[in-house]
C-alpha cells in the first residue's frame, strides 16, 4: 500500500516548536535554505547578524539552522538563546520599564532635542554581560581567559545582584543589591533614585572598559536572540515594548562592534527582527536611526525567485522536501521532478500545482506548512496524491488560517479593535476595486473611524503585509509587496487586488467588479486608431475597444519597413488607421502599437 497525504511530515509553523516537539533530524531534512542566504558568509562575516523579514519567512528557522551548521564545524562551540517572548514575560518587562523610567532620555537626532522616554540600553549591557558570565560558567570558564582581568570585569558586574538568577534565564528581581564604595545597598528593582541611578550607569561603563580588555579563547562562541515582539493590545505596553526591541537592537549591535574590534575570532550575537516591528519602532516611538542600525548588518529573507521549472523554487521544494523524507521512509528514491509529477495533478483552477500554490501563497515557508496542515486535516487525506478534489475542499480552511496570519501581523501596527473594524471593511466587498469605490465604502459604512482619517496609512499598511496589491487599470499587470513591488501605487492609473487565498473567507466575489477583462486591451488585438500628435520618434494616438478609450503611441520603426525622412509624408492628425496592440508601457500608462504589422497583411 502507497503512503498517503496523511502521512507526510508537516513539522509546526513556528521553528522552534518544531524543533522541541520533532527534534533536529527532521527539521534538518526538510529546511531548505534561502537562495539569497550565503550560510558561510553569514556565520564567517563579522558585520552580518541581523536576520530581518516579514512574519512566516523563515527567522527563527534559519537561527536554528546556522546553529547546527555552527556545531557541526565545531563540536566544542558554545551556543545559547534568548527568547524575547518567552524569557521576559510581561511581568519583567513591567519590572524593566519600571527601571528604564530611572534611566529616562532620548535623543531624537533628526530634531536635536533631548526627550525624556525610557531607555533600555544600560539593562541590556547588563543582561548580555550577565550572559558572558553566566555561559562562561556553563562552559566549565572556557570561553575567556580567566586572569585578573577576568576577575575585575567579573567583580565588577557582581556589584548589581539581581538575587535570584539561573544561569540560562534572567529572572528580574524585585530588589536590586547595589554595591557602592560605602556599603551594599538594596533598592526596589525600578525604583532606582538618582545617587543609585547614577551608581549602575557607573558600574556598566567600568564593567564595560574591563570588558574591552579581556582576551578570548578558540572556543567559538555564538547568542542567539530570538521572538522580537509586540502587540498593540494596550498602546503604553506596546511602545514600552518596541523601545525594548529597539534599545535590544541598538545593544546587539554594539556588543558586535565591540567583539570585531577586540579581534574576538568566530564571536557574534545574531538576532531575527521583523520587518513590521521595525516599522512599528519608526512610527511610535523616538527611533534613534534605528534603519541606520540594521541597514548594512543584516540579511533580508526573500523567497521571490523567478525558476523556468515552477516545481524548482524553493517554497515549492519545502513541500517536495517532504514528501521526499516519506518516499525514502518508504523505500523510494524519487527526484523532486518525479515526486512533483507523481503527487500533484496536471492543472488546478487552470494554473499548473506550483503557479496556484504560489499564486495563493506570499511566498514564505509558513504558507506551506499552512496548505499541509489544511490537507491533512481534510476528508480527502487518505489519497496517495494530491487531486484536485483536495484543493477544492481546503479552499475555505486555507484562506481562514490566512486570514488569522494577518491579522497576528497587523498586530504590531493596531489595536484588536481596530484590526476587527478593518477586516470588516473588506469583508463582503469586493476582490478589485478602485480608491474612489474604497473612499466610498468607508465613507459610507465606516465614517469618523480611523480608516476614515488614516485612510491612505491603511492601504500603506495592507500593501506591506500583503492582504492588498496593486492591479493596472488597463492591464492584468499585478504588484505585490512580496514580488519585490516595494511601493504602493495610488494614481488613477492603478486599482487595489485582495489577496485571492483571501478571497473566500473574506466573502468576495468577481461579480461586484466593474473591471472585467473582456473590455481591456489585449496583446495581438487588431484596432483602429486616431492620430493625435506626430513626433520624429513616432505618433500619438488614441483607440477604443468596447466603451473605453485608451492611449496609444507607434515607434517610427513599428510604421513602416522602409526609411522615412518625414513622418508626416505618411500620417497625418485626425487620420485614422490600423494597428496591431503589442505591448503595454507602465511607466507612461500607454499602449505601444505596430502600424507595419497590419500593413504587411
Not at 339 to 357: G, L, N, S
Not at 397 to 420: F, G, M, Q, R, T
Not at 556 to 580: H, L, M, Q, R, T
Request: aromatic residues 12%; charged residues 30%; hydrophobic residues 40%.
Amino acid at each position: 500500500m502507497g503512503v498517503k497525504i496523511r502521512d507526510i511530515y508537516i513539522g509546526k509553523p513556528d521553528a522552534k516548536d518544531e524543533i522541541t516537539y520533532d527534534g533536529y533530524e527532521s527539521f534538518l531534512k526538510t529546511y531548505v535554505i534561502p537562495q539569497n542566504v550565503e550560510v558561510n558568509e553569514l556565520i564567517k562575516r563579522k558585520d552580518r547578524f541581523f536576520i530581518r523579514g516579514y512574519k512566516g519567512t523563515g527567522k527563527t528557522a534559519l537561527l536554528f539552522y546556522l546553529n547546527s551548521e555552527i556545531m557541526c564545524r565545531d563540536a566544542q562551540t558554545c551556543t545559547s538563546f534568548i527568547f524575547f517572548k518567552e524569557d521576559y514575560t510581561p511581568i519583567k518587562r513591567n519590572q524593566m520599564g519600571n527601571m528604564a523610567e530611572s534611566l529616562s532620555y532620548s535623543i531624537d537626532i533628526s530634531k536635536n532635542v533631548m526627550l525624556k522616554e525610557q531607555n533600555f540600553e544600560y539593562i541590556w549591557k547588563w543582561i548580555f554581560f550577565k550572559k558572558l558570565i553566566d555561559d562562561n560558567e556553563e562552559y566549565n570558564n572556557g570561553l575567556f581567559i580567566n586572569n585578573s582581568l577576568w576577575d575585575s570585569f567579573k567583580k565588577c558586574i557582581n556589584k548589581i545582584s539581581d538575587n535570584g538568577s539561573t544561569k540560562k534565564v534572567l529572572k528580574m528581581p524585585k530588589k536590586l543589591s547595589v554595591e557602592t564604595n560605602k556599603a551594599s545597598v538594596e533598592v526596589d528593582f525600578g525604583q532606582l533614585d538618582i545617587e543609585h541611578e547614577n551608581v549602575f550607569i557607573e558600574i556598566i561603563d567600568k564593567a564595560q572598559k574591563y570588558f574591552k580588555r579581556l582576551k578570548r579563547t578558540d572556543i567559538p562562541y555564538y547568542i542567539f536572540v530570538d521572538e522580537l515582539e509586540a502587540f498593540f493590545s494596550d498602546a503604553e505596553i506596546f511602545k514600552r515594548d518596541i523601545r525594548m526591541i529597539r534599545d535590544l537592537l541598538i545593544t546587539v549591535k554594539e556588543f558586535n562592534g565591540m567583539f570585531a574590534s577586540l579581534g574576538f575570532k568566530n564571536t557574534k550575537i545574531f538576532s531575527s527582527v521583523r520587518t513590521e516591528i521595525i516599522n512599528s519602532i519608526n512610527r511610535f516611538v523616538v527611533s534613534k536611526e534605528i534603519n541606520k542600525v540594521i541597514s548594512g548588518f543584516e540579511v533580508v529573507l526573500n523567497w521571490d525567485y523567478k525558476s523556468t521549472d515552477t516545481y524548482k523554487h524553493p517554497i515549492i521544494e519545502i513541500w517536495l522536501k517532504r514528501i521526499h523524507m516519506l518516499e525514502s521512509l518508504n523505500g523510494e528514491n524519487m527526484s523532486m521532478e518525479r515526486i512533483y509529477k507523481k503527487w500533484f495533478p496536471e492543472r488546478i483552477m487552470d494554473m499548473e500545482p506550483a503557479v496556484y500554490i504560489l499564486n495563493n501563497s506570499w511566498l514564505k515557508p509558513r504558507d506551506i506548512v499552512r496548505f499541509l496542515l489544511c490537507t491533512q486535516n481534510c476528508i480527502e487525506s487518505d489519497r496517495e496524491a494530491y487531486v484536485k478534489a483536495v484543493f477544492e475542499i481546503i479552499r475555505g480552511s486555507y484562506s481562514k488560517e490566512c486570514l488569522k496570519e494577518l491579522v497576528e501581523e497587523l498586530n504590531a501596527l493596531y489595536s484588536p479593535d481596530d484590526i476587527e473594524l478593518l477586516i470588516s471593511c473588506f469583508r463582503g466587498f469586493k476582490i478589485t476595486f478602485s480608491y474612489e469605490e474604497l473612499k466610498q465604502r468607508i465613507d459610507e459604512k465606516f465614517e469618523g473611524t480611523f480608516l476614515q482619517k488614516n485612510m491612505d496609512a491603511v492601504i500603506n499598511d495592507l500593501y506591506r503585509i500583503g492582504l492588498l496589491g496593486n492591479k493596472g487599470k488597463y492591464t492584468n499587470v499585478l504588484r505585490w509587496q512580496h514580488r519585490g513591488n516595494d511601493i504602493v501605487l495610488m494614481d488613477k492609473n492603478w486599482v487595489f487586488t485582495v489577496h485571492s487565498a483571501l478571497t473566500k473567507e473574506l466573502s468576495l466575489t468577481l461579480k461586484k467588479n466593474k473591471i472585467t477583462s473582456s473590455n481591456i486591451p489585449q496583446i495581438g488585438d487588431f484596432i483602429e486608431l486616431k492620430v493625435t500628435k506626430i513626433y520624429a520618434s513616432g505618433i500619438v494616438c488614441t483607440f477604443k475597444k468596447e466603451k473605453n478609450t485608451y492611449n496609444g503611441f507607434i515607434p517610427i520603426g513599428e510604421i513602416s519597413d522602409n526609411y522615412i525622412s518625414d513622418i508626416n509624408d505618411v500620417v497625418k492628425v485626425g487620420d485614422n488607421y490600423n494597428a496591431f496592440v503589442i505591448q503595454f508601457d507602465i511607466e507612461r500608462n500607454r499602449w505601444f502599437l505596430s502600424m507595419k504589422i497590419a500593413n504587411q497583411l
